[in-house]
């Protein structure tokens, strides 16, 4: 089976998916299989509802972060998260998505961001942590469930 990408060392980050071919924006990178049910939250957990939390099956979870994306989340049918492009991928280039993409909080990477992207928060957050533009740039590009919490969240704090 032709994937598209490969597993490799990174000189910072250890290691990171690389593109095998190039992606155009709209495809689908990677497609989300859930492997397992977690009972929490951990560094390589996907959110997939407000207290759900699942690893992912093959490379999805060595998919690094980037405060400057080139993949977004679509949640498929079965709840997991295909990747999508939001910015053309070349060859070689390494392909990763923003963490706040898919969990609200994230409590479990060091202090300083090593994304090296221009447009590094600094941090790594999660949804929660985002600017209001900064969620607009990521419109249709992340998990739905983040949408529902940032609502339900607003009226908690306007009630």
Not at 69 to 94: F, M, Q, R
């Amino acid at each position: 089976m032709i994937t598209g990408y490969e597993l490799r060392k990174t000189s910072e980050k250890g290691e990171g998916v690389f593109a095998t071919k190039s992606f155009k924006v709209g495809d689908i990178v990677m497609i989300g299989v859930i492997e397992k049910m977690l009972n929490g939250n951990h560094s390589h957990a996907s959110q997939i509802g407000e207290n759900e939390y699942a690893f992912h099956a093959g490379l999805i979870t060595k998919v690094n972060h980037s405060c400057g994306p080139n993949c977004g989340i679509s949640t498929n049918a079965t709840g997991a998260h295909d990747y999508v492009t939001i910015k053309d991928i070349s060859v070689n280039e390494e392909i990763t998505f923003d963490y706040a993409m898919r969990n609200y909080r994230i409590d479990y990477f060091p202090v300083k961001c090593m994304c090296g992207s221009i447009k590094c928060r600094g941090k790594v957050t999660g949804w929660q942590g985002l600017s209001n533009a900064k969620k607009k740039e990521y419109k249709g590009f992340v998990a739905p469930y983040l949408l529902k919490l940032d609502e339900a969240n607003y009226f908690q704090n306007v009630g």
